[in-house]
Every structure is written in C-alpha cells, then in structure tokens.
C-alpha cells in the first residue's frame, strides 16, 4: 500500500511538472507571436516613413500648413499611434522576468487591441520572482484579464489598466482595473459561484479566483467599484514574511466610497 501510494505521488508530481512545462512553452509561444506581429508593424511604419516625408514635403511646398496639420493628425497620428503605443506596452514587459506571465499578458494585448480597447501597463522595477505558484498565478491573472476584456466590450469608451509593482517588502502589488457599467453591477455578490452581469451566462470566473488563492494565505486581494473603474488589487508576500493577520484577512470588498475625482487607481 505504501509502495502505491509512493508511485502515486511520484505520477502526480511528473504529471504537474509536464503541465507546467507545456504551460511555458504555450505562453513563450504566445510572447513570440506577440513580438512578431508588432515587429511587422513597426517594419511597415519604416516601410511608410520615406512616403510620410514626401507627402508631407508636397504640404510645406505648397506653404500648406492647415493641410499638412490635417494630414498629419489624420493619417500618421490616429493610423500609426497604435502601433507604436502596442511597442511601448511590450517594452514595459521587458522588466518582468516571469515568461508565462508575460506570454499571458502579451495575448491579452492582442486581444484588447482587437476590440481597440484602450490599454495601459506600467511595470516599473524588474520583477524576477513572484512569490506563488506560476500556473496559479497566470490563471487568477488569465480569469481576470477575461473578464476586464469581457466587461470594457460593453462600455462606451473602454479603459484596461493593468500594474506590477514591486514594493521595499519584497512584495508585488498587481493592480488590474477596468471601466464598468456600475448599474450592472452587484459589487457583494461577484466572488459569487454562478453570478454574471449577463444573461444565459454562468459565472464562475472570481468563484475559481477565490478558489485557488485560498491555497495561498501570502496573498491578499482587494476587490472594488472607485469612480466607475473595477478594480482588483492583489498584494503577493514572500512567505517568510506573512503576518497571520494577513492569513485571517484574506479578501477584502469595498463599495465605491469616492465620488468625483480623476479615475481608478492607475489613472
């Protein structure tokens, strides 16, 4: 019996260490792809560069400067902008060091970008290590990241901000907010199993979040409703370092105490 239940264990841990392999070498290959279709636009804005210039020549030629102003707010500007805003959201993830994450996030660009969604990344310092098991990491981070997607789609004027900060604890803050129809949501029931904001629709999104942070009692979430912005913020302790009040406290739901202002958290 014990020699099966060795076996078993030994199955199991092979099984997960494949998983996670297969897992890295997906989002390694989602990063890639990421890399290549922005390196291809980044070439067909070169492609274009000597063309900009000779149109824009014509203008100044002429001394037409209304009409080199129009052209260039409307064909370099709104054509080009995004492109060269997608390079900056991936220079951005060059300083974190977690390849599955970061083939994660630079799906999920791709997919913001689709839907032309604005998105914002901010990682300031090099983050090398995250204190939390990698596949449940990208999955709590995957599940959030859907739903922000799932929820911009529905508002007029789309917002997705997303930051890695790591803190002189040797923490990091992941802060991830969303603009939301504010009326469509019930801020007390979203960690519930089943609730959705849409109809025919099942959630279970936050439910699994809930889930798996629970194996983790070095992870803190705040969840709230601030100014219109959804905002979920997940506060990563080294493990030598978790107080057992933070063990006790593990998730927090606020309402939206603010009124006014600016915007969410990171804006």
């Given amino acids: 019996m014990l020699l099966l239940s060795l076996i078993l264990i030994r199955t199991v841990k092979k099984e997960n260490r494949l998983r996670q392999k297969e897992i890295e070498h997906q989002q390694l290959l989602d990063y890639m792809e990421s890399l290549e279709r922005i390196n291809d636009n980044m070439q067909k804005f070169r492609h ?30 709104k054509v080009e902008e995004q492109t060269l805003r997608s390079n900056y959201l991936y220079n951005q993830l060059d300083k974190l060091e977690l390849i599955e994450l970061k083939g994660l996030i630079a799906t999920k660009i791709l997919i913001a970008d689709e839907y032309n969604i604005e998105m914002n990344i901010e990682v300031p310092e090099l983050i090398q290590k995250i204190e939390i098991d990698v596949i449940d990491l990208t999955r709590v981070i995957g599940i959030l990241l859907d739903n922000a997607i799932e929820a911009s789609i529905e508002v007029e004027h789309p917002k997705l901000n997303l930051a890695l900060i790591k803190k002189s604890d040797h923490s990091v803050l992941i802060i991830l907010e969303n603009l939301v129809r504010k ?16 109809s025919n629709h099942r959630g279970t999104g936050l439910a699994t979040v809930r889930e798996i942070l ?15 912005f959804f905002i979920h913020e997940l506060s990563i302790y080294p493990l030598e370092y978790v107080h057992p009040s933070v063990q ?17 958290v990171l804006s």
């Fill in 48 to 77: 274009d560069y000597q063309n900009i210039l000779l149109t824009m020549k014509g203008y100044i030629n002429h001394n037409d400067l209304p009409g080199l102003q129009t052209y260039f707010n409307e064909r370099i500007v």
């Fill in 183 to 198: 009326e469509l949501l019930d801020i007390n029931r979203v960690f519930e199993r089943n609730y959705s904001t849409k």
């Fill in 214 to 228: 629970a194996n983790h009692p070095n992870v803190t979430m705040n969840t709230r409703i601030e100014r219109s």
């Fill in 248 to 264: 006790n406290d593990q998730y927090l739901i606020m309402t939206d105490f603010k009124k006014g202002g600016r915007g969410g």
